[in-house]
Nanobody, 124 residues
Framework: QVQLQESGGGLVQAGGSLRLSCAAS????????MAWFRQAPGKDRQFVAD????????NYADSVKGRFTISRDAAKNTVYLQMNSLKPEDTAVYYC?????????????????WGQGTQVTVSS
């Protein structure tokens, strides 16, 4: 199995930037498809971005396309989410998730492993 831990959240002004990190341990990281989700109070868990095992293929929710970038570093067993031009509606708890290498879905139920989340708050 894989253990995931997010970091890098915090409070930022609208228009600012944050970089989230998700460190993996316990099993070979490079074989997992990775994704970021977020959840705001009273709302369902929402897909943000995902990345293939080799890092060549990425997908983004329309709401973050052009502002967020997902990447991974196999040597460091870490996946990142660079968030630029942040908006108040980006405020949420952000979670990283891992699934099988063939994962091709934005449905959080298809992912097997989850971190504890990191809070991102964007002020107007």
């Amino acid at each position: 199995q894989v253990q995931l831990q997010e970091s890098g959240g915090g409070l930022v002004q609208a228009g600012g930037s944050l970089r989230l990190s998700c460190a993996a341990s316990g099993r070979v990281f490079r074989i997992y498809h990775m994704a970021w989700f977020r959840q705001a109070p009273g709302k369902d868990r929402q897909f943000v971005a995902d990345i293939s095992t080799n890092g060549y293929n990425t997908n983004y929710a329309d709401s973050v396309k052009g502002r967020f970038t997902i990447s991974r570093d196999a040597a460091k067993n870490t996946v990142y989410l660079q968030m630029n031009s942040l908006k108040p509606e980006d405020t949420a708890v952000y979670y990283c998730a891992a699934g099988p290498y063939y994962t091709n879905t934005r449905n959080y139920r298809e992912y097997d492993y989850w971190g504890q989340g990191t809070q991102v708050t964007v002020s107007s």
